[in-house]
């Protein structure tokens, strides 16, 4: 019925040498020489480097120092001393080595409006998790907490004389700001997020003194130190003393004014709203350069069509066990390129010193590895923390084909499409056979993971996919052989994608499925859409059938977000927008779900109650018990080679074989403020 296509490694077999000279013939510009006679080795699938060796917790040095360009500041008046800058009691961060001051690490992104693979230089979190086991959480930007024995009380202590990088006192204004002026405002937002309504209603928010605080839950919310480990400065911590000037329980009423006339808001709300855009919840945004921060580095200019040059924050609160304040690397440049292939040209010329996991392609491993003895960079090889590089979610709550809504919830379609797919040929198409086949399920690292959760269904079987359909009385057929619907129409099924957005091989492996899926008479498709708009249908339930990653599978954020496993998420991907409306919204809004999967939400919110980790474990398993038997999602492969491209002369990096993805926030986890230059030059 169909003619399977040449899929990528046919396509590599035969190219082989020549990728270098395609890339740079698209690009333009010279020719790099480039080391052609054998083939490179793709990464060695189960070698693994030992784990960096570093103490967990240090005692405070008994003096600090600072790099030579704070020190000339400080010289020529235009700064504070160093002990008056860092917090009274800094945060120490054990590391490798002591590092070197200096140096600047050049950068790129291929989305004006996310910095996907730079949010993990500048991403500061209020907990964080340690970088040694992926499940202990420390202190971060929150100093210290303390829990109640039934998990409904927290209180939380911050760095005293911590300080935004414009020298105004972090104190627990900022948090009081935050939380009655913006997060529950009536004005400013429209609702506060579920999490900070556990139990039904909002938490309660209590001021103790300048460094202190605490809140109260409406029911106990054991899991609550977790989903901290997601929240960045604008949870918490919004800088009140800039901000005031933009709200009207502020500001002055003249000046508000004539601040919205000279801008292109009607609102101060909208105005506010802008002002803080710049900073995301994930930290995927840098902000402009007066904006008060608090990570590592901060922007130094404007950005200009595209170029995002940042630079040290001089009240960074972070020092290593010598007293040296962090961080060692002077400057980051994050330039805009359209495409991976300028990307990649600039990579094996050198022009770049980290390239992040979204611009980073395994298909172009080869040409990095080819080049490399010529270049300053390194490749690094780190473990994909996706459990599924590329998932498919079939819509179970179309809005419009409403037809189509009753054959896509009925049990057998979801498991005719896993089991229609040949794993294995994605495998070596688009990741040299070096990944992992199986469903959507926990990493096997996790505590959650049990193989059955990652086997059942994964297996190629076009005759149990055809005997599925046949079940479920697609039986007619059309000349072409496509099965038809109930109604006589054709059974399409499209899959809808962002192309890049997802990952740089999207629309190879959704050929590929679509090869399957047609070969058991289903007419399926495949269509790249700008990220907006995908965004825009899925949560509108337009799309028969989504495509993205699927991370939050490791410890870290299995047990905080389980979006791509049950329906609790409206965007991106996940099994129903409709029923995830109707959870995060506690019933009042979307579609009340099956009685099934209400229960798969039971066990989820028993998840976030208890304390007892083993409690915990024990309930999500219940979850995936379920799923094992009743898949959602069409899983494809997982713990795929995931390389990172860093210079040779950087130290104090993750050890080779470390998981790398957004469940360690990018390189957020393994602290890039400790990275430095071996000689302190780039």
């Given at each position: 019925?169909t003619?399977?296509?040449m899929?990528?490694?046919?396509f590599?077999?035969?190219?082989g040498?020549t990728?270098?000279?395609?890339?740079l013939?698209?690009?333009?510009?010279?020719?790099p020489?480039?080391?052609?006679?054998?083939p490179?080795a793709?990464?060695?699938?189960?070698e693994?480097?030992?784990?960096?060796t570093?103490?967990?917790?240090?005692?405070?040095?008994?003096?600090?120092?600072?790099?030579p360009?704070?020190?000339?500041?400080?010289?020529?008046?235009?700064?504070?001393?160093?002990?008056?800058?860092?917090?009274?009691?800094p945060?120490?961060?054990?590391?490798?080595s002591?590092?070197e001051?200096?140096?600047?690490?050049r950068?790129?992104?291929?989305?004006?409006?996310?910095?996907?693979s730079?949010?993990?230089?500048?991403?500061?979190?209020?907990?964080?998790y340690?970088?040694?086991?992926?499940?202990?959480?420390k202190?971060?930007?929150?100093?210290?907490?303390?829990i109640?024995?039934?998990a409904t009380?927290?209180?939380?202590?911050?760095?005293?004389?911590?300080?935004w990088?414009?020298?105004?006192?972090?104190?627990?204004?900022?948090?009081d700001?935050?939380?009655?002026?913006?997060?529950t405002?009536?004005?400013?937002?429209?609702?506060?997020?579920?999490?900070?309504?556990?139990?039904?209603?909002?938490?309660?928010?209590?001021?103790?003194d300048?460094?202190?605080?605490?809140?109260?839950?409406?029911a106990?919310?054991?899991?609550?130190?977790?989903?901290?480990?997601?929240?960045i400065?604008?949870?918490?911590?919004?800088?009140s003393?800039?901000?005031?000037?933009?709200?009207?329980?502020?500001?002055?009423?003249?000046?508000?004014a004539?601040?919205?006339?000279?801008?292109e808001?009607e609102t101060?709300?909208?105005?506010?709203?802008?002002?803080r855009?710049?900073?995301?919840?994930?930290?995927?945004?840098?902000?402009?350069?007066?904006y008060?921060?608090?990570?590592?580095w901060?922007?130094?200019?404007?950005?200009?069509?595209g170029l995002?040059?940042?630079?040290?924050?001089?009240?960074?609160?972070?020092?290593?066990?010598?007293?040296?304040?962090?961080?060692?690397?002077?400057?980051?440049?994050?330039?805009?390129?359209?495409?991976?292939?300028?990307a990649?040209?600039?990579?094996?010329?050198g022009?770049?010193?980290?390239v992040?996991?979204?611009?980073?392609?395994?298909?172009?491993?080869?040409?990095?590895?080819?080049?490399?003895?010529?270049?300053?960079?390194?490749?690094?090889?780190?473990?994909?923390?996706?459990?599924?590089?590329?998932?498919?979610y079939?819509?179970?709550?179309?809005t419009?084909?409403?037809?189509?809504?009753?054959i896509?919830?009925?049990?057998?379609?979801?498991?005719?499409?896993?089991v229609?797919?040949?794993r294995?040929?994605?495998?070596q198409?688009?990741?040299?056979?070096?990944?992992?086949?199986?469903?959507l399920?926990?990493?096997?690292?996790?505590?959650?993971?049990?193989?059955?959760?990652?086997?059942n269904?994964?297996?190629?079987?076009?005759?149990?996919?055809?005997?599925?359909?046949d079940?479920?009385?697609?039986?007619?057929r059309?000349?072409?052989?496509?099965r038809?619907?109930?109604?006589?129409?054709?059974l399409?099924?499209?899959?809808?994608?962002?192309g890049?957005?997802?990952g740089v091989?999207?629309?190879?492996?959704?050929e590929?499925?679509?090869?399957?899926?047609?070969?058991?008479?289903?007419?399926?498709?495949?269509?790249?859409?700008?990220i907006?708009?995908?965004?825009?249908?899925?949560s509108?339930?337009?799309?028969?059938c989504?495509?993205?990653?699927?991370?939050?599978?490791?410890?870290?954020?299995l047990?905080?977000?389980?979006?791509?496993f049950?329906?609790?998420?409206?965007?991106?991907?996940?099994?129903?927008?409709?029923?995830?409306?109707?959870?995060?919204?506690?019933g009042?809004?979307?579609?009340?779900?099956?009685?099934?999967?209400?229960?798969?939400?039971?066990?989820?919110?028993?998840?976030?109650?208890?304390?007892?980790d083993a409690?915990?474990?024990?309930?999500?398993?219940k979850?995936?018990?379920?799923?094992?038997?009743?898949?959602l999602?069409v899983?494809?492969?997982?713990?795929?080679?995931?390389p990172?491209?860093?210079?040779?002369?950087?130290?104090?990096?993750?050890?080779?074989?470390?998981?790398?993805?957004?469940?360690?926030?990018?390189?957020?986890?393994?602290?890039?403020?400790?990275?430095?230059y071996?000689?302190?030059?780039?």
């Amino acid at each position: 019925m169909t003619q399977r296509t040449m899929h990528r490694r046919r396509f590599l077999q035969l190219s082989g040498a020549t990728t270098a000279a395609v890339v740079l013939a698209a690009c333009g510009g010279p020719e790099p020489e480039v080391i052609t006679e054998e083939p490179a080795a793709a990464p060695a699938a189960e070698e693994e480097a030992p784990a960096q060796t570093v103490m967990e917790d240090a005692e405070a040095p008994s003096q600090y120092s600072e790099s030579p360009r704070l020190a000339e500041m400080v010289a020529n008046g235009d700064l504070p001393p160093v002990t008056e800058r860092l917090p009274v009691s800094p945060l120490v961060l054990p590391r490798e080595s002591i590092g070197e001051y200096g140096g600047l690490v050049r950068q790129i992104h291929l989305d004006p409006s996310s910095f996907v693979s730079q949010y993990g230089w500048f991403s500061e979190r209020m907990l964080t998790y340690s970088d040694q086991d992926l499940k202990t959480i420390k202190s971060n930007l929150f100093a210290s907490w303390e829990i109640s024995d039934d998990a409904t009380y927290y209180t939380f202590h911050l760095h005293e004389g911590m300080r935004w990088s414009t020298g105004d006192l972090v104190t627990t204004g900022d948090v009081d700001f935050w939380w009655n002026s913006v997060a529950t405002h009536p004005e400013v937002a429209s609702s506060v997020w579920w999490v900070y309504r556990h139990g039904g209603e909002n938490m309660v928010l209590d001021i103790h003194d300048d460094y202190s605080f605490s809140v109260t839950f409406a029911a106990p919310f054991g899991n609550f130190p977790a989903y901290l480990t997601r929240r960045i400065q604008g949870d918490f911590l919004l800088p009140s003393n800039y901000l005031k000037q933009f709200h009207a329980d502020f500001a002055d009423e003249d000046d508000l004014a004539a601040m919205l006339e000279e801008s292109e808001y009607e609102t101060w709300v909208q105005l506010l709203s802008n002002v803080r855009s710049g900073r995301s919840v994930w930290g995927t945004r840098p902000n402009s350069p007066e904006y008060p921060m608090l990570s590592a580095w901060i922007v130094d200019q404007e950005p200009q069509q595209g170029l995002v040059l940042m630079k040290r924050n001089p009240y960074y609160w972070k020092v290593d066990t010598s007293g040296q304040q962090l961080p060692y690397v002077e400057d980051l440049r994050i330039d805009f390129v359209a495409n991976h292939d300028i990307a990649t040209q600039k990579t094996i010329q050198g022009e770049l010193d980290y390239v992040g996991p979204h611009d980073v392609s395994i298909a172009r491993y080869p040409l990095y590895k080819e080049n490399e003895p010529n270049q300053h960079y390194q490749v690094m090889d780190y473990t994909s923390c996706m459990t599924d590089r590329y998932t498919l979610y079939p819509c179970h709550t179309l809005t419009e084909d409403l037809v189509l809504r009753e054959i896509v919830q009925h049990p057998n379609f979801v498991k005719a499409l896993n089991v229609a797919i040949d794993r294995e040929e994605i495998n070596q198409n688009l990741f040299f056979g070096l990944a992992k086949m199986g469903q959507l399920a926990p990493m096997p690292n996790s505590q959650y993971y049990e193989p059955k959760y990652a086997e059942n269904w994964s297996q190629y079987d076009p005759d149990l996919a055809n005997q599925l359909l046949d079940d479920m009385g697609l039986t007619e057929r059309n000349g072409d052989g496509f099965r038809l619907r109930p109604d006589g129409d054709v059974l399409k099924f499209n899959i809808e994608h962002a192309g890049p957005r997802v990952g740089v091989a999207t629309h190879e492996f959704t050929e590929i499925v679509v090869t399957f899926w047609r070969e058991v008479g289903i007419e399926a498709s495949t269509k790249e859409i700008q990220i907006s708009l995908y965004n825009e249908r899925w949560s509108q339930g337009l799309v028969h059938c989504g495509c993205w990653h699927a991370d939050r599978c490791t410890d870290t954020l299995l047990p905080v977000e389980m979006r791509w496993f049950i329906p609790t998420n409206i965007g991106q991907g996940g099994p129903a927008p409709e029923w995830g409306r109707w959870f995060r919204s506690n019933g009042q809004d979307g579609e009340e779900p099956p009685a099934a999967i209400q229960t798969l939400y039971d066990h989820y919110n028993t998840m976030n109650t208890v304390i007892d980790d083993a409690e915990r474990v024990a309930a999500g398993k219940k979850i995936f018990d379920w799923l094992a038997d009743n898949p959602l999602a069409v899983g494809s492969v997982s713990e795929s080679p995931a390389p990172l491209i860093f210079p040779k002369t950087m130290r104090n990096l993750p050890a080779a074989g470390k998981p790398v993805g957004w469940d360690t926030y990018g390189i957020s986890t393994y602290h890039p403020e400790a990275f430095y230059y071996e000689g302190g030059v780039s």
